[in-house]
């Protein structure tokens, strides 16, 4: 027996809703970046660490620079209830989209992850927005 088969393979079922349920708390780069470029942004993207140098440095075109350790109720109430959040940070070695993800849904509020981040963003070669949000 192998490492592989050690552990029977889910249900088609439970495979099914473990991928659904991962999609409804993750996107990615290709996806943001289609919304974005085909005027189909239907949802708010925060740039949630860093300082608002590294940010005027390099950010994805759109986002909102709000570190996830500014993320409170008051601030949120700037956007109609029921908005989407994408949050994404320096990629899959950073954890702070997890935490703003965490106290967006904490707050009541629908999120998602853009899983890789600035990294993954990067790795498909994407352009950068620069300045101020």
């Given at each position: 027996?192998?490492?592989?088969?050690?552990?029977?393979?889910?249900?088609?079922?439970?495979?099914?809703?473990?991928?659904?349920?991962?999609?409804?708390?993750?996107?990615?780069?290709?996806?943001?970046?289609?919304?974005?470029?085909?005027?189909?942004?239907?949802?708010?993207?925060?740039?949630?660490v860093g300082t608002e140098?590294?940010?005027?440095?390099?950010h994805l075109p759109g986002?909102?620079?709000?570190?996830?350790?500014?993320?409170?109720?008051?601030?949120?109430?700037?956007?109609?209830?029921?908005?989407?959040?994408?949050?994404?940070?320096?990629?899959?070695?950073?954890?702070?989209?997890?935490?703003?993800?965490l106290k967006l849904a904490?707050?009541?509020?629908?999120?998602?992850?853009?899983?890789?981040?600035?990294?993954?963003?990067?790795?498909?070669?994407?352009?950068?927005?620069?300045?101020?949000?």
């Amino acid at each position: 027996m192998s490492y592989v088969t050690e552990f029977p393979a889910a249900t088609p079922e439970d495979t099914r809703l473990h991928f659904l349920n991962r999609l409804r708390v993750e996107t990615d780069c290709a996806d943001v970046h289609h919304a974005i470029t085909h005027q189909e942004q239907d949802f708010v993207l925060l740039h949630v660490v860093g300082t608002e140098t590294m940010f005027a440095r390099r950010h994805l075109p759109g986002a909102i620079h709000l570190p996830h350790v500014q993320i409170t109720a008051e601030r949120m109430q700037a956007w109609p209830d029921g908005t989407l959040f994408v949050v994404y940070c320096a990629g899959p070695h950073c954890n702070g989209a997890d935490r703003a993800a965490l106290k967006l849904a904490s707050l009541g509020l629908p999120v998602k992850i853009m899983i890789g981040g600035i990294t993954g963003w990067e790795d498909e070669g994407y352009a950068y927005a620069q300045g101020e949000a």
